[in-house]
């Protein structure tokens, strides 16, 4: 699976909000790093917490653009409440190896009524 379908996956279970699916995407020593929090590290980790963020917050990923270069796919989107963001993919053999996210984590908490937390 190329990159950009990868993705292009990826954000279908997402939308479903279908964290098995989505981990069964990433290699088992996978990294992902959403940069406005700690790397998550390795395939479990990264099922819990995509199950942990589904579980406190409606979220929708909106394909602006997706584009490939080699093994790295490159995410732009939006969500219905505005809030926009990046994400880079690194997939190897058809899995994904390395994700970074970039969005505003602020206006993620104040658009989703969760707590924001102390300095």
């Not at 584009?67 to 989107?77: K, M, P, S, T």
Request: charged letters at 20%.
């Amino acid at each position: 699976m190329t990159p950009k379908a990868r993705v292009a996956a990826w954000v279908e279970a997402f939308n479903r909000g279908d964290a098995d699916a989505l981990a069964a995407m990433y290699h088992a020593d996978a990294v992902n790093h959403q940069v406005a929090e700690s790397p998550v590290v390795g395939r479990e980790a990264i099922h819990a917490m995509f199950a942990r963020e589904f579980a406190a917050a409606e979220m929708v990923c909106l394909v602006e653009n997706l584009f490939e270069d080699g093994e790295w796919a490159i995410l732009e989107w939006r969500d219905p409440l505005g809030l926009r963001g990046c994400g880079f993919f690194r997939v190897v053999g058809g899995l994904i190896a390395f994700q970074r996210g970039y969005w505003d984590k602020l206006s993620f908490l104040r658009q989703h009524g969760l707590p924001i937390p102390p300095n």
